[in-house]
């Protein structure tokens, strides 16, 4: 199956208009990691309401609208992850405090100056937990259609707070995944 082939880092699994798990419902993530071990993800579009003032000020005023703490996924919910975007023609190997994902987009080290770490990134995002699977547990999940597997874009990881990112992603997907972004959720409503 071409979707699990292309499983790697950049890359977004986007839940499919049948997941029903009210963690992952209409959920992108976007894989931060993935080997034979497993992969690791956070979900994008899932801002809480604890603003990142209130839980890391130092950091506040460096990440991306909304200022919120995102819910990142189900796994260890009391640690932070963060994601960058470096600017552009700045190379992530050169820049100290973070680790290059893939392409523009980098994890931050949280414990670092944020001054320092973020001059040579375009914006961050905070996550307060993560999504992890094992090996076989997603590729079983992507077999029962419970997801689409898609390119991530580096403006995905800071898509601002009136952006309907399932959508979006959706949407920019070649036909007929693209008319996926339509389907309404609840066809009882329909």
Excluded: K
Aim: aromatic share 6%.
């Amino acid at each position: 199956m071409r979707e699990i082939e292309s499983l790697r880092a950049g890359m977004l699994l986007v839940a499919t208009p049948g997941l029903r798990d009210p963690h992952f419902r209409r959920t992108v993530v976007y894989l931060v990691a993935h080997s034979v071990d497993g992969t690791v993800g956070v979900i994008l579009n899932r801002p809480s309401e604890t603003a990142v003032q209130n839980v890391l000020p130092g950091w506040a005023s460096h990440t991306a609208r909304p200022h919120a703490v995102f819910a990142g996924g189900p796994v260890q919910t009391s640690a932070a992850m963060c994601l960058g975007v470096c600017r552009i023609g700045t190379n992530p190997r050169e820049v100290q405090g973070v680790v290059g994902v893939t392409g523009p987009v980098v994890l931050v080290d949280l414990d670092g100056d944020p001054a320092t770490v973020t001059q040579s990134l375009r914006g961050i995002r905070i996550y307060a937990g993560r999504a992890g699977w094992d090996a076989e547990q997603l590729v079983d999940e992507i077999i029962e259609g419970s997801w689409y597997v898609v390119p991530g874009l580096p403006d995905d990881v800071l898509a601002g707070p009136r952006t309907d990112l399932w959508f979006s992603v959706l949407r920019r997907q070649p036909y007929p995944q693209s008319l996926m972004a339509y389907h309404p959720g609840d066809l009882t409503r329909n």
